[in-house]
């Protein structure tokens, strides 16, 4: 089915530990990004992506790193995952990146740090 | 620096009233503004974007209008229904420069009453 998912749903892991969100857009949209959400703060911008191989940070990016070697993947990857990173992170694509344009996103995973 | 608020405490209607949803901005000069609804354990889904030279925009039951002189957007539902219960978010953007990114508000919770 067209659309974005994100695997997995839920994950538990321990701090330290290297984790990694998938996300895969069917669309071919150029523009994909990596936001956080938490009780308090709203939805906030990790990384996005322009095109293949182009990434840029977002308002919170330390402590993350992404990779864009093809159009419809977009992983999230958690080094040395910490406490404070337990969140639901939400991955979304746009077709040209501008500003007027919606952004569609996925169902996102629950990742729980203890 | 730029700042969303929308109203933190959720908004409880009667079914078939017209719920109306504030978003207001400080620092910013959006040229944009969309408006997203997210269910429990979903991601957003995109419904109106209003541009700035455009001071009302409809769509079904729903009506968007865009204030730039007060830094405010309210959405409105009509004849609200018990499936209009969601959290709204609003997400200025200020044109097709520099980043493509969206910040989004922490959105405001609608429950309808039957």
């Known amino acids: 089915d067209a659309g974005i998912t994100q695997s997995p749903r839920y994950k538990i892991t321990e701090t330290g530990r290297q984790v990694t969100l998938m996300c895969h857009q069917t669309w071919s949209h150029s523009y994909m990004f990596w936001y956080r959400q938490d009780l308090g703060h709203g939805l906030r911008l990790i990384y996005y992506s322009a095109a293949a191989d182009i990434t840029d940070k977002g308002e919170v990016p330390d402590g993350y790193v992404v990779s864009r070697s093809k159009t419809e993947n977009f992983p999230l990857t958690l080094e040395s995952a910490t406490r404070s990173q337990t969140s639901v992170y939400f991955c979304?694509?746009?077709?040209?990146?501008?500003?007027?344009?919606?952004?569609?996103f996925g169902d996102g995973t629950r990742l729980s740090i203890l | 620096s730029q700042k969303i608020e929308q109203n933190s405490e959720a908004l409880n209607i009667q079914e078939g009233k017209t719920a109306t949803l504030t978003c207001n901005y400080t620092n910013y000069s959006p040229a944009y503004l969309q408006w997203y609804r997210q269910d429990p354990g979903r991601g957003p889904v995109f419904l109106l974007l209003?541009?700035?030279?455009?001071k009302e925009k409809r769509k079904e039951r729903l009506k968007v209008t865009f204030d730039t002189t007060l830094k405010q957007s309210l959405f409105h539902i009509t004849a609200s229904q018990p499936a209009d219960s969601a959290t709204y978010l609003c997400a200025p953007s200020e044109g097709d420069t520099g980043r493509r990114a969206l910040t989004f508000g922490s959105g405001t919770r609608l429950q309808v009453q039957p």
């Open positions: 209003i541009r700035e030279n455009e």
């Open positions: 979304a694509s746009s077709d040209a990146g501008y500003s007027n344009q919606p952004q569609h």
